[in-house]
């Protein structure tokens, strides 16, 4: 959200709408995780022995997709950290700069 003082400002919503759509993607990719994993069989029987290919491809789709979620979740993170930064940084500098001017 943008802050406002006496005039200074840090337009930091651009940032926030940003942080959200990398967790929506993740939210995403974790679905299509769950997904995948509805597709393998739990039981390591006959079938993981006629068709490896498949069962080995299944799960290394699942793991890309939980890598791709905390990727995503680090992302939107960091996005929401540098736009709070952003914005105790640009308050801070606003009340120095009225500091100094109550001061002349």
């Known amino acids: 959200m943008p802050t406002d003082y006496d005039g200074y400002s ?3 919503d651009a940032l926030l709408d940003e942080a959200k759509v990398w967790e929506d993607q993740a939210l995403a990719i974790e679905q299509v995780g769950k997904y ?3 597709l393998t069989f739990t039981r ?4 993981s ?3 490896p290919k498949y069962y080995t491809l299944a799960h290394a789709l699942m793991d890309r997709c939980s890598e791709g979620v905390r990727y995503m979740a680090d992302n939107r993170d960091t996005l929401i950290y540098i736009a709070n930064l952003y914005e ?3 308050m ?3 009340q120095g700069i009225r500091y100094a ?4």
């Open 44 to 47: 390591t029987g006959v079938f």
């Open 36 to 38: 995948m994993g509805s």
């Open 101 to 104: 001017e109550e001061r002349r």
């Open 10 to 12: 840090v337009e930091s």
């Open 92 to 94: 801070r500098l606003a």
């Open 88 to 90: 105790r940084t640009e």
């Open 49 to 51: 022995h006629f068709i």
